[in-house]
């Protein structure tokens, strides 16, 4: 077993460390209060090569490892984890689910222009009376030959307005439950698909959550992936791989907390001497970065379980539940030994904790997480 990252991980690493110093930072906090979507930060992360890491290179992908990509998700993460979730959704869901389960015209039309940043995509599953439930899909889709009819509503979906490419899970037939469930490409600007209104969140305020209505809009056949009924089955196997994402998030966020609070320990001075002299600060610290070595051993390990072939829906699951939890501890705890500091924007740790919360939340809750592996350990 190697713990050292390759000389590749490390020029990966690098070059997602210094765009986020150099492009990400300057205008963060401007961002997150204004609600502003990062446009031209992920179009230079289309340039760079960031926004379709894994996919195939025919395809315009960077045939990249999974470790590759935890990689710069954390890094990105660190400073901005509204930009992260961009690149997230974009890479592990949408190009990862095409890659893998798309047909040759679909890959030509659509990865193409996902992999390199030209567009960006959004995976489309929740619904108001569907979440953790996600079997209990409204949203139809009725065959009618050469293409299907869709209806219904999606709820919170990432990039919702800056997407241009929208997979979107539909009831085919109810009769089957969750066999009858479909995914489809469906295009921004076709007859019938109405953006709602963007959500105003706690966190991650630089991304754009909306609802997205789809009234009769017609899909052409081709645009359904897969066999009919795989819509299920293609929804759980791309995000089992997009929570080894999610979890990178929350890793990036707890790590970028902690080097914030160690920074400040160092120079802050309290009772004559800086406070990383007191052994109550020293102690958080410590405990901080214990925590974060262990997330992200987890969040490596269930990368390399992908790149291996081996299963991850266990490791991946584990993961995220763990970092998440680290990602919240942290950013608190980075907060408190900022003191009164820590409560005002200025100092980045008080975002980075609103920003953890939700990876409590998306790509499964903490409590789904907790079905997953209790399902996989007591299966065996
Ligand atoms: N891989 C392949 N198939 C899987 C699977 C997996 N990891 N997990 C489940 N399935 C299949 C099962 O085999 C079953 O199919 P068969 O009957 O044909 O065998 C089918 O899916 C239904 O499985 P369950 O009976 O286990 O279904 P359930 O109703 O008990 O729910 C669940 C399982 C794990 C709770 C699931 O509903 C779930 O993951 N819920 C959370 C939804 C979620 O994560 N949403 C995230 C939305 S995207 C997002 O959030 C993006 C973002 O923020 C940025
Ligand atoms: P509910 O399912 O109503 O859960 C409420 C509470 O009950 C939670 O604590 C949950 O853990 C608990 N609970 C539910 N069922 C169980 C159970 N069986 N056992 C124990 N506890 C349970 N979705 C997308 O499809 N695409 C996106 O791009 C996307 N982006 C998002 C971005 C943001 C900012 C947010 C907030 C959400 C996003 N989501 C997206 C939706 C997200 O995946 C759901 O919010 C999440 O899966 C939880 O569903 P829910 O909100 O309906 O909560």
């Not at 995914?183 to 966190?203: H, L, R, S, T, Y």
Request: proline residues 1%; negative net charge; contains cysteine.
């Amino acid at each position: 077993m190697d713990f050292k990252l390759t000389e590749e991980h490390q020029m990966i690493r690098d070059a997602a460390r210094d765009f986020a110093k150099n492009e990400l930072l300057d205008g963060v906090i401007e961002r997150d209060n204004t609600q502003t979507f990062p446009a031209e930060q992920i179009k230079k992360l289309g340039e760079l090569g960031f926004m379709g890491m894994m996919a195939d290179p025919e395809y315009g992908g960077g045939g990249m490892d999974t470790i590759s990509y935890v990689i710069a998700m954390e890094e990105l993460s660190k400073v901005d984890a509204s930009a992260s979730v961009v690149v997230s959704v974009n890479n592990s869901l949408v190009c990862w689910g095409l890659d893998t389960y798309g047909s040759k015209e679909q890959k030509e039309k659509y990865l193409t222009k996902l992999t390199t940043g030209e567009s960006i995509g959004a995976f489309c599953l929740s619904e108001p009376e569907a979440g953790s439930d996600a079997t209990s899909q409204k949203t139809t889709a009725i065959d009618k030959g050469d293409h299907y009819i869709l209806n219904g509503t999606k709820n919170w979906i990432t990039n919702g307005n800056s997407a241009d490419y929208y997979l979107v899970i539909a009831q085919t037939d109810r009769e089957k439950k969750h066999r009858g469930i479909n995914a489809f490409i469906v295009e921004k600007g076709w007859e019938g698909f109405e953006i709602g209104p963007k959500e105003d969140k706690m966190g991650i305020r630089g991304s754009d959550t909306h609802s997205l209505i789809f009234n009769d809009v017609k899909v052409p056949k081709e645009n359904r992936i897969g066999e009919d009924g795989f819509g299920f089955k293609f929804a759980m196997k791309t995000l089992a791989g997009g929570r080894i994402g999610i979890a990178a998030q929350a890793l990036g966020i707890a790590a970028g907390a902690y080097e914030l609070a160690k920074e400040y320990s160092k120079v802050r001075k309290a009772f004559g001497t800086e406070i990383m002299n007191h052994q109550a600060i020293a102690f958080m610290l410590a405990d901080m970065h214990t925590k974060i070595e262990a997330a992200r051993l987890l969040v490596y390990k269930s990368a390399a379980d992908k790149d291996n072939g081996d299963n991850y829906d266990l490791s991946g699951a584990m993961a995220k539940l763990y970092a998440s939890q680290v990602a919240m501890e942290v950013a608190t705890d980075a907060v408190q030994v900022h003191g009164g500091n820590g409560y005002v924007k200025e100092y980045h740790v008080e975002r980075l904790m609103r920003d953890a919360k939700i990876t409590q939340i998306y790509e499964g809750t903490s409590e789904i997480q907790k079905i997953v592996i209790s399902r996989s350990v007591l299966k065996d």
